[in-house]
């Protein structure tokens, strides 16, 4: 299995302009999460899907992000629009279906996005 | 979910063991310890689990007390690859699955 897939790597972009982060979670897994990761503010959790809905995204800064999975497959976050202060990296992870409670629950990061707003 | 602390960094010899302590003495009987690290410019990476007894992977060993207050995760033999940050949470799981807080963690640095 080639992992937990991101697309871009990274992305440089202005003020005002809309960004798409995108995220190919572990084929099986039913549990998709989205984290921003900065210096000031560590590793937070943005949203998080089970089974293609969204569970809990009260991490979601504001109105400007919105994230969507219209299949198992396949999940985005969107900026618009983008400000300097979303500058970070953003992580993308999956989870597969356990075997009792907390076992297996790991959650399989992505490489990230490093995201930078000029 | 329980609160952990963690000292904010430490240093171990290549190929001594890293002990790193986690404090977690608001746990539940239902909240597990995971242990992740999360080496520069990549995504964390799951390291071990655990409920009440100590246990061992590939990777590490983790150490839970017998109250479950606290815990230590062990690599037995560091080597200058597992510098990183080593995070430790607590958390139950639930019927959506889990998601982590994830606090500021123990940056080990391993030297030559």
């Known amino acids: 299995d080639a992992g937990v897939i991101q697309s871009p790597r990274h992305e440089v972009t202005e003020m005002g302009q809309e960004v798409t982060l995108r995220c190919k979670p572990i084929?099986?897994?039913?549990?998709l999460f989205w984290y921003r990761q900065t210096m000031m503010r560590g590793l937070e959790l943005l949203i998080y899907?089970?089974?293609?809905?969204?569970?809990?995204d009260s991490g979601m800064p504001e109105d400007r992000f919105s994230a969507k999975m219209p299949n198992a497959s396949f999940s985005t976050l969107k900026i618009q629009p983008s400000e300097p202060r979303d500058s970070a990296v953003y992580f993308c992870?999956?989870?597969?279906?356990?075997?009792?409670?907390?076992?297996?629950?790991?959650?399989?990061f992505g490489p990230g996005t490093r995201l930078t707003v000029t | 979910d329980a609160k952990t602390t963690q000292p904010p960094s430490m240093d171990c010899a290549e190929g001594r063991a890293a002990n790193l302590p986690c404090n977690h003495s608001?746990?539940?009987?239902?909240?597990?310890v995971y242990w992740y690290r999360q080496i520069h410019s990549q995504g964390p990476q799951y390291i071990i689990h655990?409920?009440?007894n100590n246990e061992t992977n590939e990777m590490a060993s983790l150490i839970i007390t017998e109250d479950r207050k606290s815990s230590t995760l062990i690599l037995p033999h560091a080597t200058l690859r597992d510098t990183a940050v080593y995070y430790c949470?607590?958390?139950?799981?639930?019927?959506?699955?889990?998601?982590?807080?994830f606090g500021p963690g123990t940056r080990l640095s391993v030297l030559p």
């Open positions: 992870a999956s989870r597969g279906v356990g075997g009792g409670r907390g076992a297996r629950y790991e959650q399989y």
């Open positions: 084929s099986g897994h039913n549990s």
């Open positions: 899907f089970n089974n293609n809905v969204p569970i809990d």
């Open positions: 608001t746990i539940s009987g239902n909240e597990y």
């Open positions: 655990g409920l009440k």
């Open positions: 949470i607590v958390r139950v799981a639930d019927n959506y699955g889990q998601n982590f807080v």
